[in-house]
């Protein structure tokens, strides 16, 4: 089993700055809570207010999945439908 890592950014619309930062920090703790997760960040860019940049290590393939699985159907997935997503993905 190889480690997978997520980098990358999103890009979220100004009407749903707000909601997705006020979410950010549950959605965090609430993935750093889960089985598998090594490492999680999201933060905003200095440089962007649309953009937050994104880093993830899960220990495997399965744990990477029950993150995404978790983070699609959670108050954070509904508030970040509109978000552009731009991630490679290692493994």
């Not at 997760?37 to 744990?63: H, I, M, S, W």
Request: aromatic fraction near 8%.
């Amino acid at each position: 089993m190889s480690k997978v890592i997520l980098k990358g950014y999103i890009i979220v619309p100004h009407e749903d700055l707000s909601a997705v930062e006020q979410a950010l920090p549950t959605h965090t703790q609430l993935t750093v809570e889960e089985e598998g997760c090594l490492t999680f960040q999201v933060t905003k860019n200095d440089g962007d207010p649309n953009r937050f940049d994104v880093y993830e290590e899960f220990v495997d393939r399965a744990a990477f999945n029950a993150h995404q699985i978790r983070a699609k159907n959670s108050h954070w997935g509904k508030v970040t439908h509109n978000v552009e997503r731009h991630y490679e993905i290692c493994e």
